[in-house]
């Protein structure tokens, strides 16, 4: 099992920057990515960024590329997700996954662990 804590949601303006953090625990040997995804009211969880645990390699969605970064720090076994540019589109519960698949993993049903989510808002 892995265990998946989120923190740094919160408000902040349209054009400004929030920064996410992913604590892994347990078993992380268990995963190979790690992902971000959001959902905002009525709509559906949808993918934000991923990473490779091994190299570093990083995958992102049209819509933040070029805006959101997505890191980790193998050695406390964190990602992060640091979001500039903000705007109120981006307003959504953020979550972090976790998935062994070594593929590129942007579907909610590859990944197998889960956080419980953190809240994002941007005022206009």
């Known amino acids: 099992q892995v265990q998946l804590v989120e923190s740094g949601g919160g408000l902040a303006q349209a054009g400004g920057s929030l920064r996410l953090s992913c604590a892994a625990s347990?078993?992380?040997?268990?995963?190979?990515?790690m992902g971000w995804f959001r959902q905002a009211p009525g709509k559906e969880r949808e993918f934000v960024a991923a990473?490779?645990?091994?190299?570093?390699?990083?995958y992102y969605a049209d819509s933040v590329k070029g805006r959101f970064t997505i890191s980790r720090d193998n050695a406390k076994t964190t990602v992060y997700l640091q979001m500039n540019s903000l705007k109120p589109e981006d307003t959504a519960v953020y979550y972090c996954?976790?998935?062994?698949?070594?593929?590129?993993?942007?579907?909610?049903?590859?990944?197998?662990?889960w956080g419980q989510g953190t809240q994002v808002t941007v005022s206009s």
């Open positions: 990473i490779r645990w091994s190299g570093g390699t990083t």
């Open positions: 347990g078993r992380t040997s268990s995963s190979n990515i």
């Open positions: 996954a976790a998935t062994l698949q070594i593929g590129v993993p942007t579907f909610e049903y590859e990944y197998d662990y």
